[in-house]
């Protein structure tokens, strides 16, 4: 019995094998492909359909929309359906989707096949997310995922303006397709209670993070704004950049090289891990809004080059630390699959709200204050957090020097 029992404690958490990371990685890239071309795919569907400005906003918002409802989909049944199952799913919805938007092109149609395939996109993402925030140290985790982005970022940014409308989704069916071909590499379901406990012997705690639920929630809720800002500003970014009379050819090796400062932005990221999670959220958050907000004067070639670079750099240095904070307060996942239905949320109302603002002809300087503000916001609830954390702390502490 001993040696079991030594066995069992010695065992490897299933999350930390190089297998299930390096998949679940691909999965979450795949999925996220959409949000980080949005820009490029906005002005797609302008030049191939003649959509409106407005219209173009709808339409990828209902994909990031869909993302968001596929995502709440894997949340609630990751601890009942075999993982594997609910990735199979997805990726058959993705593929259906996004063939068929190669068949039709009306507007109303592809609204709702983009809401279909963000669907099927959201709970393949969810579970992959999951599965990372499932390891032992989820900072590093991540930062890997975040990594992989600046590069698929970067290659999909100079990849889809060179093909057709059709040729973007078949990319898209693709690269889904992939992902069913190493599904065994996935873990089938969460960590029990007995491992659970082992993993907590392994990971390095800078924080008390048994928290009560209301915390992990209004992470979300903070990411979500933090994506609100990042939906708005991204959707239109190329569109208020040209019509302030930036010449095209100038704007897509900007939107291509600054997808490379997410590199930046995770090497940050590591060296400020130092400081804890707080502290550099609280300034990033802080410099993105006012990265977005100083669009609002007009757009010249110099302040949109700096206002891109450093809003991709910040972008992953951001996301490092908020889904960091996510897997250390939920150890099960089942919060941590809402990471992506918080994202898509955000992305969802961003560009809705920038769509709206502009449709009545307020113009980009104010969709450029509204974005940046909502920042400012996703700061003032870590903010909130952050002294619940700290008042926690001082609170024990004193009671351990009184006993």
Same mark, same amino acid.
Request: net charge neutral; hydrophobic share 55%.
């Given at each position: 019995?001993? /040696? ?13 094998? #190089? &297998?299930?990371? !390096? ?54 049944? @990751? ?22 938007? $190669? ?17 099927? =996109?959201? %709970? ?15 900072? &590093? ?43 065994? #590499? ?17 990971? /390095? ?7 009560? &639920? ?13 994506? %609100? ?5 991204? +959707? ?6 040209? /019509? /302030? ?13 600054? =997808? ?10 590591? @060296? ?43 972008? +992953? ?38 769509? =709206? ?15 940046? =503000? $909502? ?13 619940? $954390?700290? &008042?926690?702390? !001082? ?9």
């Amino acid at each position: 019995m001993a /040696d079991n029992s030594t066995s069992t404690a010695s065992a490897p958490i299933i999350f930390d094998g #190089w &297998r299930s990371i !390096s998949y679940s990685v691909f999965m979450a890239l795949v999925g996220y492909s959409v949000m980080v071309t949005v820009p490029v795919l906005s002005t797609k569907l302008v030049e191939v359909l003649s959509f409106t400005e407005e219209q173009v906003g709808r339409v990828w918002g209902a994909d990031l929309g869909g993302l968001s409802i596929g995502a709440v989909l894997a949340a609630l049944l @990751l601890a009942r359906v075999n993982r594997r199952h609910l990735v199979m799913a997805g990726v058959a919805l993705c593929i259906g989707a996004n063939a068929m938007c $190669m068949v039709f092109v009306e507007y109303e149609q592809l609204l709702w096949l983009r809401v279909a395939a963000g669907i099927g =996109s959201g %709970i393949f993402t969810g579970t992959a997310v999951a599965t990372i925030g499932g390891t032992s140290k989820p900072e &590093r985790a991540f930062n890997i995922l975040l990594l992989g982005f600046s590069f698929t970022a970067a290659f999909e940014l100079n990849l889809f303006p060179q093909l057709s409308l059709n040729g973007i989704f078949l990319f898209l069916i693709v690269t889904a397709a992939v992902c069913a071909l190493f599904l065994s #590499w996935l873990p089938t379901r969460a960590l029990n209670a007995e491992e659970l406990q082992q993993q907590e012997k392994i990971e /390095d705690h800078l924080e008390n993070w048994h928290v009560p &639920r209301a915390l992990p929630i209004m992470c979300l809720t903070a990411v979500c704004f933090t994506y %609100i800002n990042i939906g708005g500003y991204f +959707t239109y970014i190329e569109l208020a950049a040209l /019509d /302030d009379g930036i010449a095209a050819d100038r704007i897509g090796p900007l939107l291509t090289w600054s =997808s490379f400062l997410a590199l930046a932005g995770c090497v940050l990221a590591l @060296l400020c891990s130092r400081f804890g999670l707080f502290r550099p959220l609280f300034a990033a958050l802080i410099t993105m809004a006012v990265l977005v907000g100083m669009l609002s004067g007009g757009i010249t070639y110099m302040n949109l080059l700096v206002s891109l670079f450093a809003f991709m750099a910040l972008w +992953t240095f951001v996301d490092v630390f908020q889904s960091a904070m996510m897997g250390h307060m939920d150890r099960t996942g089942s919060m941590v699959a809402l990471l992506p239905a918080v994202q898509g949320f955000g992305q969802f109302i961003g560009p809705n709200i920038a769509a =709206s603002i502009i449709g009545a002809g307020l113009g980009y300087s104010v969709m450029f204050l509204v974005s940046g =503000s $909502m920042a400012l916001v996703a700061m003032v609830i870590y903010g909130g957090i952050f002294i619940y $954390m700290h &008042r926690r702390k !001082s609170a024990a502490a004193e009671a351990v020097s009184a006993a």
